[in-house]
């Protein structure tokens, strides 16, 4: 129960990263940091399949398009980002009362047995895991692979710096 | 280590291995057309001679409509690639191109080989990654808008499936293709049909189907002139309308799809040609004239009948194969002339005869004409339509041809015939990295259509298997 309430802790403060990071970059990867938290976490709760889908989808896929889009856009220049920092924290008051209604509903759900039973039977979720990632989902691993790969050469062509000559 | 060598195997694994040993410190980036252009022929070579009916270590199967989808993209990938050489002026651009075509081969393969809705999701999201840095290939503002552009209408189709695919698993707890129409025939809940809609209003966007079309005719006007060869002659094609015909064939989705299917397809029809004829850029135009033939096979799946997938699956090869002709015609005469604006041109036929020729025979083949290749498969559309008994849907599908014909004949005649217009007179053919591909077009266009009676029973019809 404590390492899930460590995990989820975790899993908070990578997507309050995700939305008050300075660059949409560093947001993406919040965003995918905060993805396989969850990832872990659904894991450890004895949901393998479902663990394995947000780790390939939300983790991996959604960040490679959110990175594609990214250097797609033209970046702010290095004063817009500070006019934009300065003034963000002010967009973002209404999180906290968000935040604050789910810890309240997270607390309350927590004295529900059927959240207390979801705990791991470390063998067994491993060894499905393992099943499901390299029999049952194998394709969609290799795809994944050749996804990132079509994203790198996003990043290269897409970033490439000028040559002046 | 046979099954490992199998042909669904190889057709994924090859092109990856070609991208990967080119980019390795190994100064063979020379290699990189090389490899795109053997593999797309070795791909051609093994559809049109191999039995088709194989199945890989990743559960991945080529039947009679895979088959067909692969032998289209294997042609379309070629043409793409000799159209990148004779256009492509920047080696290191053309590097990219090549391997970005590779790329989105692994995907388009893969995604017409698989048959399970998350893989396909996959399959669908790595040919369109790869599209969306073709069209920002150059990086010039037009460019990355267009990209810009299909990537949020992407996101948003990418949203709808993923969501039907989690609907799926919950009502069904399956994602293979046969498990989940078995559970569909079942019956239950209201889910599935909620997950169907959602999946195909996806598939309808990566089609580009009205209402869904505002990305295509920015994505396509601005990718380099190669990249809309491959964008307009086979990616959407893939991504979009052979998912529907997939899903649709193995009972996915019932027969509850089939009011929504013909009304779309009927208004893409009318509205893609109707937005064509007020085009003054080639390429623009082409792009609007893509809407209303994926309109066609749209219409023919609505039917719900094996003569409706035939003929839908007919019109996407035929589709395929004629719109890379006018691409290809669009990229000569840009390349040649400098400008894509119909009105700015004129009288190319005299300089440019073979292009010349050859668009009068896409654009005849587009319209229906026959005997040409367009005019079959039109026809077992709109014979489907009338024996389903949607005798009106074949009126519009007949009566569209017309408008079909009027807007390529005002394209022909602004672009190729009449008098020489002034500042054109040192106009000349195009290469032959361009010519070959519009002469190989153009014979399977011809060919297609007079040789009808012998295909249809060894080509046409085996792609349906109901």
Known sequence: MT??????????????????????????????????????????????????????????????????????????TPQEVAARYAARFKRFWPLLVLLAVVTVICLKCWTFPACGQALPESADVMALTRDLLWKARQMDLFGQVVMLLAGVFGVVILFKEENPS | MKEAMNLPNQLILLPLLAVVVVNLPLGLRWAAMLGGVFFSIYQMWTMVFLPPLETGFFDLQIDGLSRVLLLSIGLVAFVSILAARGTIRDKRERFYFYNLVLLAMVGMNGLVMVRDLFSLYVFIEITSVASFILIALRRELDGLEGAF??????????????????????????????????????????????????????????????????????????????????????????????????????????????????????????????????????????????????????????????????????????????????????????????????????????????????????????????????????????VALYKSGHPVYAAVAVLASLLTLAYFLSMQRRVFFGKLREGLEGVKEAGWYVLVPTLALTLITMGVGVLIPWMFGSFVLPMEKF
């Open chain 1, 3 to 76: 390492i899930n309430l460590i995990i989820m802790l975790f899993m908070v403060a990578a997507a309050l990263w995700a939305v008050l990071a300075r660059t949409l970059l560093k947001g993406s990867i919040a965003l995918a940091i905060a993805s396989a938290a969850l990832a872990l976490l659904i894991f450890r709760m004895n949901g393998p399949l479902a663990a394995v889908f947000e780790l390939s989808v939300c983790a991996g896929l959604i960040t490679v398009i959110f990175i594609s889009t990214i250097s797609l856009v033209q970046p702010f």
């Open chain 2, 149 to 382: 552009k299909y990537l949020i209408m992407s996101a948003v189709a990418t949203a709808m499936m993923l969501s039907a695919v989690a609907l799926l698993l919950l009502a069904t707890g399956e994602t293979s293709f046969a498990k989940v129409a078995e559970q569909m025939r079942l019956g239950g809940s209201g889910l599935p049909v909620l997950a169907a809609g959602l999946f195909v209003a996806g598939l309808l966007i990566k089609a580009g189907s009205v209402p869904f079309h505002g990305w295509l005719p920015d994505a396509y006007m601005a990718a380099p002139n190669a990249a809309s060869i491959l964008l307009g002659g086979i990616v959407t094609k893939t991504t979009g309308v052979y998912a529907l015909i997939r899903l649709m064939q193995d009972g996915m989705f019932g027969t509850g799809m089939s009011p929504v299917l013909l009304l779309a397809g009927a208004v893409s029809i009318v509205a893609g040609a109707l937005a064509a004829l007020g085009q003054r850029d080639f390429k623009r135009m082409l792009a609007y004239s893509s809407i209303s033939q994926v309109g066609y096979i749209v219409l023919s799946l609505g039917t719900g009948t094996a003569l409706g997938v035939v003929g839908a699956v007919f019109h996407l090869f035929n589709h395929a194969v004629f719109k890379s002709l006018l691409f290809v015609n669009a990229t000569a005469v840009e390349d040649r002339a400098g400008t894509r604006d119909m009105n700015q041109l004129g009288g190319l036929a005299a300089r440019m005869p073979v292009t010349g020729f050859a668009s009068v025979v896409a654009l005849l083949s587009t319209a229906g004409v026959p005997p040409l290749a367009g005019f079959w498969s039109k026809l077992v559309i709109i």
